[in-house]
């Protein structure tokens, strides 16, 4: 009955080199002006249920949003808001559940670090996270781009929030030397700044990760850097409170059994695509499409 979900397409092949790279179609669609964040998540209709934490990107607001219809659709409710941490909001009691979390991505050890917490599942665990570069650069790892710096541009992109990526790209322009300055952004200026480049045919370098909608908008690598090959694969994982999940083994259970596959990201990512100014009707569409296939799965 509870859905949780992670949207994108996944697709790894090999290149000449016989390093795993991630590619698709660069196809971008031109939309009317996109909705506030705030009207993209679907209004839960019991403020007083299970309180989850979403965060504000794309794919965990999509991912929320299916879950929320399923919700519906089984006859109950719980109440999904954005936060900036959805781990403190867990820590600070002001949440019961939140998905998609990065921080102990292969090594749930977080129960270890904070008790009051229980990790619950692994949703997927062929998801990636570190630096991108454009496909047509031919770039494979960040001493590449040392010995490419002429195709580049001297910014690298990266999200505001992700501060292990932040702290580790300081790093690496201080190891290799790089004459390249540091810019934060949030995820929409991420994306602007990275399809106004890859127009041009730029060199850039970025903090990249998948599920996400920029491997949608644009052919690019994830790249090799220091003590991290790009092929490493993550885990996206679902975190309660000991409370919640000690008062809901019925639900924590259910949220167990989810698991996605590449299929189903292809398809999600093409409606996202198609929708990505209205995430709460990209939602609706891929439910009615796998709403059935998603309900077998949790029940079996």
Same mark, same amino acid.
């Given at each position: 009955m509870f859905f949780v979900g992670v949207l994108s397409l996944i697709s790894c092949t090999s290149n000449s080199k016989k390093r795993e790279r991630t590619s698709t179609s660069s196809t971008v669609v031109h939309q009317a002006k996109p909705k506030k964040l705030e009207d993209m998540l679907i209004e839960s209709k019991d403020s007083c249920g299970t309180r989850v934490a979403v965060s504000k990107f794309m794919d965990a607001i999509v991912l929320s949003n299916i879950m929320n219809l399923e919700l519906h659709d089984a006859?109950? %409710?719980w109440n999904f808001h954005f936060a900036n941490s959805t781990i403190k909001q867990l820590l600070d009691g002001e949440a019961d559940l939140t998905m998609m979390v990065w921080e102990y991505h292969n090594n749930p050890t977080i129960e270890k670090e904070h008790p009051s917490l229980k990790f619950i599942s692994s949703i #997927?665990? &062929?998801? @990636? /996270?570190g630096f991108v570069v454009p496909e047509y650069t031919g770039v494979l790892s960040i001493n590449e781009v040392k010995k490419n710096l002429d195709s580049f541009v001297d910014t690298i992109y990266v999200l505001k929030g992700l501060y292990d990526i932040r702290m580790e790209t300081e790093q690496i322009v201080k190891t290799y &030397? +790089?004459?390249m300055t540091i810019k934060l952004c949030d995820e929409q200026q991420l +994306? #602007? %700044?990275?399809? @106004?480049l890859y127009k041009n045919k730029k060199g850039f370098i970025a903090s990249g990760w998948y599920p996400s909608l920029m491997f949608g908008l644009m052919d690019l690598n994830m790249i090799d850097r220091p003590d991290k090959k790009a092929s490493e694969r993550v885990d996206i994982n679902i975190y309660a409170t000991k409370k919640w999940y000690d008062s809901? =083994? =019925? /639900?924590a259970a259910m949220l167990k059994k989810i698991r996605l596959d590449s299929e189903f990201y292809s398809m999600a990512l093409d409606v996202m695509m198609k929708n990505r100014n209205d995430l709460a009707k990209a939602s609706k569409i891929i439910y009615r499409t796998k709403g059935a296939q998603l309900k077998a799965m949790v029940q079996r």
């Amino acid at each position: 009955m509870f859905f949780v979900g992670v949207l994108s397409l996944i697709s790894c092949t090999s290149n000449s080199k016989k390093r795993e790279r991630t590619s698709t179609s660069s196809t971008v669609v031109h939309q009317a002006k996109p909705k506030k964040l705030e009207d993209m998540l679907i209004e839960s209709k019991d403020s007083c249920g299970t309180r989850v934490a979403v965060s504000k990107f794309m794919d965990a607001i999509v991912l929320s949003n299916i879950m929320n219809l399923e919700l519906h659709d089984a006859g109950t %409710d719980w109440n999904f808001h954005f936060a900036n941490s959805t781990i403190k909001q867990l820590l600070d009691g002001e949440a019961d559940l939140t998905m998609m979390v990065w921080e102990y991505h292969n090594n749930p050890t977080i129960e270890k670090e904070h008790p009051s917490l229980k990790f619950i599942s692994s949703i #997927s665990t &062929n998801a @990636r /996270e570190g630096f991108v570069v454009p496909e047509y650069t031919g770039v494979l790892s960040i001493n590449e781009v040392k010995k490419n710096l002429d195709s580049f541009v001297d910014t690298i992109y990266v999200l505001k929030g992700l501060y292990d990526i932040r702290m580790e790209t300081e790093q690496i322009v201080k190891t290799y &030397n +790089l004459p390249m300055t540091i810019k934060l952004c949030d995820e929409q200026q991420l +994306l #602007s %700044d990275m399809v @106004r480049l890859y127009k041009n045919k730029k060199g850039f370098i970025a903090s990249g990760w998948y599920p996400s909608l920029m491997f949608g908008l644009m052919d690019l690598n994830m790249i090799d850097r220091p003590d991290k090959k790009a092929s490493e694969r993550v885990d996206i994982n679902i975190y309660a409170t000991k409370k919640w999940y000690d008062s809901h =083994k =019925k /639900e924590a259970a259910m949220l167990k059994k989810i698991r996605l596959d590449s299929e189903f990201y292809s398809m999600a990512l093409d409606v996202m695509m198609k929708n990505r100014n209205d995430l709460a009707k990209a939602s609706k569409i891929i439910y009615r499409t796998k709403g059935a296939q998603l309900k077998a799965m949790v029940q079996r």
